[in-house]
């Protein structure tokens, strides 16, 4: 990665017991920061957290719990917490709201009575729904096509107005598609059910069982959907920069790391 800056602080990582937060929260340790992860292990696993992490298992929309997490004071919240799936959004919309919307409305209400003003928001470029430009370029326009994008959406909106209002400073990246493991193969990704292509794709292979991959008709020499890809150390990379950015600068700022 690059030289450990950003150590000395303590750190509230969201969804840490995730994939991309359990990735996250090894990095911070790495370079001396003292971390906690709230996460309700729904669909986190506790074997994903660094040992090395203080765990509190609750939710998010409980505003007793983030009252008692939040009240041993951080210098930063990294915000990974939340639901993923756009086909589960569009069957159950209320969860996903209420997931990463309204939860995120009381995470930034509970910073604010504890005077925690920076967090790193881990959006989604789902925001910007069916692209009229590529590469996206970050003012494109926010017309999301589901629900999980337009939580999201939702959220980035709330960041804002928590900025003007009570200079809680943020910076939300929005991407799609994580991927990939540890170079090492230590961590990975372990979601269950598992959605994503490539482990898919692997786990098919390794079980010489039937893989399925949707759509025929997409404008593409085979017709198969093309799709951009960000590898998980790249995506944590950036997430050190938004802490650089938020260590120097105060303000909302917006990133794509992905595109």
Not at 9 to 34: C, P
Not at 67 to 85: E, K, P, S, T
Not at 213 to 226: A, E, R, S, W
Request: glycine share 10%.
């Amino acid at each position: 990665m690059t030289e450990r800056k950003n150590s000395g602080m303590k750190i509230l990582v969201t969804g840490g017991a995730g994939y991309i937060g359990g990735f996250m929260t090894k990095e911070l340790l790495d370079r001396g920061n003292k971390v906690v992860v709230a996460d309700s292990l729904e669909r986190g696993h506790k074997e994903a957290v660094d040992t090395r992490a203080t765990l509190a298992i609750g939710d998010l929309t409980e505003k007793r719990f983030l009252q008692d997490v939040l009240g041993g004071g951080f210098d930063m919240v990294l915000h990974f917490a939340g639901y993923i799936a756009v086909g589960e959004s569009m069957k159950d919309p209320n969860a996903y709201f209420k997931n990463n919307t309204f939860a995120t409305l009381q995470l930034l209400e509970t910073m604010k009575d504890h005077g925690i003003g920076k967090i790193i928001f881990s959006s989604t470029a789902a925001i910007y729904g069916n692209p009229i430009k590529i590469p996206i370029p970050e003012d494109h326009q926010k017309i999301p096509t589901n629900p999980y994008g337009e939580s999201k959406l939702m959220t980035e909106k709330l960041l804002h107005w928590y900025q003007q209002i009570y200079d809680i400073s943020y910076v939300a990246l929005r991407y799609f598609n994580a991927c990939g493991a540890a170079l090492d193969g230590s961590m990975g990704e372990a979601h269950d059910p598992e959605t994503h292509i490539i482990p898919n794709a692997i786990n098919a292979a390794l079980n010489h069982a039937r893989f399925n991959l949707f759509g025929d008709d997409y404008d593409t020499p085979d017709g198969t959907c093309v799709r951009d890809y960000i590898h998980v150390l790249d995506l944590i990379y950036a997430h050190v920069l938004a802490i650089e950015k938020l260590q120097g600068e105060k303000g909302g700022f917006l990133s794509c790391p992905a595109l």
